[in-house]
């Protein structure tokens, strides 16, 4: 067993998301992220090809799906390896369910909250044994590994940077970052930080790298502007969400006071709400929405003893002008019984599905379509524009930056005292930059 240090790529690589980062340094092995790459139409497998029932995990190592590393998914990890989780979105995490709950998962004390309540509402991700939960700005010794976990800003709780310190040098993790979120001052202290302690490797995310100037980037804190403006007197107004994005909700609530309006939220949301927005959701006091499913079936436990308002599409339909409501693509059906005026809005906040990447996308324009509904993007990316991609990076001023997470890795900023590698899948980097 070779002694040196160096990292390797198992997804994130010419595509936005998926990352998944592999540091071995002797017998001491760390992976940053565990993420599912979703890209409609391109993956091994689809709607109808399918990994088999019992051979989940062979089936998506062979694809390349997850890491092909045997002993991640052993119950008796033959390795002293741990998992860092920059953040809860499911393209850094979704493929966590696959390893084994022996597995060490680091994760801050806001990822940890929000994944407990994703738990209630059925979306967790497998029954990890050892969570460790890590205080923001404190060193992790892990073997030969020594870890700074440092917040970033991004639009959902706990997002996290990494700073590693190995025998031979240093490596940085960005996760995901903004710079025109609620708190900016949060990522620009990290960049900063980073340059402070001395960066040899950057590994970065660039998903905004190469956009052109849009006139729809609002930052976080116009969005509630955006929303107000969008909702006509009289007329129904619905929109979408990314509910992991609890600030959002937030804004969604503070704009339907003041439009005067009952915000109307589906049971899941509502949980999240409730759960990690406490002060803000005793102002809104929302309603839930008991759609079609759970007027047949019944609400969920975590919902059905809570004293709330709760309202159907009937109730919806006969005073539309009173309530926001949101309306996820998968209850879209509801519009038949909604029945709303032409010219009422259906507000895209960063809701999936997100864009025209999607063929979900053109399905979801047909049918706003189909009811004359008024299609209004009130978005704000939780990715660095160009930029701001750039000052960070000056700040960082690593030696070597790696880009994951984006389509095009040529448009990164190249470090003004360094060089912009080209990330490999699978290939070995050696720290402080020696590759083999």
Known sequence: MSNKTFFSLHGGVNV?????????????????????TYEPGKGRFDQVLTVRPG??????????????????????????????????????????????????????QPSFNLLRQLEVVGEGIGTHRDLRVFPYGEWIDFGRLKVLPLPVEHDIPGATGFYVKTPEGTLAYTGDFRGHGLHPEVTTAFFARLGELGTNILVSEGTRACEAPRPDAYSESEIGTVIESA????????????????????????????????LVLT?????????????????????????????????????????????????????PARFLTELPYANLNELVDLRPDGG???????????????????????WLRDFDLALVFARSSGHASPEYLKEC??????????PVHTANMAAMPTPAHGILAVSQLYQ?????????
């Open 267 to 319: 049971p899941a949301t509502h949980h999240l709400f409730r759960t990690l927005s406490p002060e803000e959701y005793r102002l809104a006091r929302p309603a839930v929405f008991v759609t079609q499913e759970f007027r047949v079936k019944g609400l969920p436990p975590w919902i059905a003893g809570l004293d709330v308002p709760r309202l159907t599409v009937p109730d919806i339909a006969r005073e």
């Open 393 to 402: 990076v000056n700040l960082a001023n690593p030696d070597i930056l790696y």
């Open 428 to 436: 070995k980097y050696y720290i402080p930059g020696r590759r083999g």
């Open 344 to 366: 009422s809005c259906f507000i895209h906040s960063d809701g999936p599905p997100l864009g025209e990447f999607d063929p979900a996308f053109r399905n979801l324009k047909q």
């Open 231 to 262: 909702v006509r007197p009289g007329k129904s107004a619905f929109f979408m969400i990314y509910n992991r994005n609890i600030d959002r909700i937030a804004t969604f609530a503070r704009a339907a006071r003041s439009l005067g309006r009952e």
């Open 55 to 108: 051979r989940e995990t062979e089936d998506s190592r062979a694809a390349g799906v997850i890491p092909n590393l045997s002993y991640l998914y052993s119950p008796t990890p033959s390795k002293h390896v741990a998992v860092f989780v920059s953040h809860f979105h499911l393209d850094h995490v979704g493929m966590l369910s696959y390893l084994d709950p022996s597995v060490p998962v680091y994760l801050s």
């Open 16 to 36: 936005i998301g998926g990352t998944k980062l592999h540091l071995t340094s002797g017998t001491d092995e760390l992976i940053f992220d565990f993420g599912a």
